[in-house]
């Protein structure tokens, strides 16, 4: 029997040290990165990245044959540019699940609100905690609300996947659905 290729897809987020109020501005290139987690559909598992380990994680996203996330284009992508200057991120091979929405939708939504209303799940922690545990030394903590994280991308990412759209709520706390194209 021939080996078939298993498409490597690599679920992706990331928490950074800073927050925007801190670097005077809404520049993500200057928020610096405290942990990345990615999970690997070849690996079935989580990879968890830190500071240092920003070059290693860098070259899994770009050996992915998709990179799946959640803002990861005009966020995740801009935290990691400075340790990889001349890295076209562009060139990865990426869904921004929030990029496909916004562009259907014509507004952003959190990816809280399309988890709670596609899922049911809500996510453990915000930004703010992540950037408040990494201060104080509590790694472990960022690393499991990272990893929580992606695994909710993954979530929600199938679930459109298979069906074609995702839910959400809108302003008023109606379950609205949005048609996504993620085969």
Not at 124 to 146: I, M, P, R
Request: aromatic residues 14%.
């Amino acid at each position: 029997a021939s080996m078939r290729y298993k498409m490597n897809v690599v679920y992706f987020d990331l928490e950074s040290q800073k927050l925007f109020e801190e670097v005077g501005g809404r520049d993500p290139s200057k928020l610096l990165l405290a942990c990345g987690v990615t999970w690997s559909t070849m690996r079935n598992d989580f990879a968890v990245y830190w500071e240092k380990d920003a070059a290693a994680l860098i070259a899994e996203l770009k050996s992915a044959d998709r990179v799946i996330g959640f803002n990861i284009i005009s966020f995740d992508y801009q935290v990691l540019k400075p340790y990889a200057p001349n890295e076209n991120f562009r060139a990865f091979k990426s869904t921004d699940m929030l990029q496909d929405i916004h562009r259907t939708l014509g507004f952003r939504l959190s990816l809280d609100s399309i988890a709670k209303a596609t899922l049911g799940a809500t996510k453990t922690a915000d930004g703010l905690q992540s950037v408040a545990w990494f201060k104080n030394g509590e790694l472990d903590k960022v690393a499991e609300y990272c990893k929580a994280d992606v695994d909710i991308t993954r979530r929600v990412y199938e679930f459109g996947r298979d069906n074609g759209f995702v839910h959400y709520y809108s302003k008023l706390g109606s379950k609205l659905k949005v048609a996504v194209n993620w085969k």
